[in-house]
């Protein structure tokens, strides 16, 4: 999952995304450090960053 990198690159805190998704800190923090979560909890971070599903998931090749 690319939350962290999707957040940075946008200039997002971790405060400011709870914020706009309504996820717990914490949850958003177990997402950046183990890279899953539930469809539903993806849906409302890709909603407040305004990247689709695709984006926020898909494992990027230039790794």
Do not use: F, W, Y
């Amino acid at each position: 999952m690319n939350l962290k990198e999707i957040r940075l690159s946008k200039g997002i805190s971790v405060p400011k995304l709870v914020e706009l998704s309504g996820v717990p800190r914490r949850t958003i923090q177990d997402i950046e450090k183990n890279g899953d979560c539930r469809v539903s909890t993806a849906i409302k971070l890709a909603d407040a960053l305004d990247v689709t599903l695709d984006e926020l998931c898909r494992i990027s090749n230039n790794k």
